[in-house]
């Protein structure tokens, strides 16, 4: 049985955990919408990752993908959905209680 | 205001600073709404023009007036030439070259993908107080109109130009421009090219056309001020946002 000390690092949401869906999750809470584009740009994730990356989000509930055409030109986008707002913000309270409080190692 | 190629970025080993990629976000968002850098600059530059023009034959008109010659200037000023559509063209041309051209350097902007952020209270409010503005100064343009007319200082086309401008102008600004600076050159594009087409001389053009130079000048440099700081955020960009 795991040390009961040790249940809130392994409670931590892995979904928003993992570092490109944590920078993913975290530039579209601070937007309306996000291209594709820019999310590339912004996390630095090959156009493959990302997609695979968004793709869990999606099917997690935590983003919506918007495609629409500029002219001819297919763009895609994507927002945050609540719930993926809420386990953003649960995760960051998580971590907020993990660390160490000032002073202490 | 173009960065690397976007194809080939760097993956990145674990995210920057949360904080700093939501600024990042928060800010090149921002010229997709509030700020229009080169845009900005655009508009004071076409205002600061069209004012010195304005000013010019105003200044033209006194001299010729004080001196009791009759020269093309004053030709210009008494009705004959302030009718002609060559001179209500001018007039139109710099805000709406000013707004087609802030669209373009929008998009320039966003290139890198767009990016929607929330409009927030008091961005909202101050949209609405320019709103709010320019409807008062129009309404006052389409209410002198008949007065313009009966002073035929111009013609038929100015005054329709002045009262379909009076009436569109603020809602291409709603559209279009950002509150702040840009409003305020909207606002001023709206008096200087209504008066100037209803044909209104002395103080009041005057006036008006000499607080718009520095205030211009001012703008004109706020402008810059948001290009750099683009070009420092497109710099971060392009470094995967990694610090």
């Known amino acids: 049985m795991a040390d009961p000390r040790l249940e809130p690092i392994l409670t931590v949401d892995r979904m928003v955990h993992e570092p490109a869906r944590l920078a993913i999750l975290t530039v579209l809470a601070a937007a309306e919408s996000v291209e594709f584009l820019f999310l590339q740009r912004i996390t630095g994730l090959s156009k493959g990752n990302l997609s695979s990356h968004t793709q869990k989000l999606e099917a997690a509930g935590f983003l919506e993908t918007l495609k629409v055409f500029r002219g001819r030109i297919p763009v895609t986008s994507f927002q945050i959905t609540e719930e993926g707002r809420t386990a953003l913000q649960a995760y960051h309270r998580q971590l907020r209680a993990l660390l160490p409080k000032e002073g202490k190692p | ?243």
């Open chain 2, 1 to 243: 205001m173009n960065a690397s190629n976007p194809t080939s970025p760097t993956p990145i080993a674990q995210p920057a600073d949360p904080e700093h990629l939501a600024t990042l976000t928060r800010e090149y968002g921002a010229y997709g709404r509030e700020r229009s850098g080169l845009g900005l600059l655009l508009g004071e530059l076409l205002l600061g023009l069209q004012t010195g023009f304005v000013l010019g034959l105003q200044l033209g008109w006194a001299l010729a007036h004080r001196n009791g010659t009759r020269t093309w200037m004053e030709w210009l000023w008494d009705g004959k030439a302030m009718g002609h559509p060559a001179f209500v063209a001018l007039m139109l041309f710099p805000p709406i070259l000013w707004l087609a051209g802030k669209e373009h350097l929008r998009r320039r902007y966003l290139s890198l993908g767009r990016v929607r952020i929330p409009e927030s209270p008091s961005l909202r409010h101050r949209r609405i107080l320019a709103l709010v503005l320019m409807g008062l100064v129009s309404t006052v343009v389409l209410l002198l109109m008949p007065m313009a007319w009966h002073g035929a200082w111009n013609s038929g086309l100015a005054l329709a130009a002045a009262g379909g401008f009076a009436a569109l102008f603020p809602l291409a600004c709603w559209r279009w421009a950002a509150p702040g600076a840009e409003a305020l050159v909207g606002l001023v594009f709206l008096l200087l090219v209504s008066l100037a087409l209803l044909g209104a001389q002395g103080a009041y053009l005057l006036g008006l056309a000499t607080m718009t130079l520095p205030a211009a000048f001012l703008g004109g440099l706020e402008g810059l001020m948001q290009h750099l700081e683009f070009k420092e955020l497109e710099r971060q960009l392009a470094a995967g946002a990694r610090e």
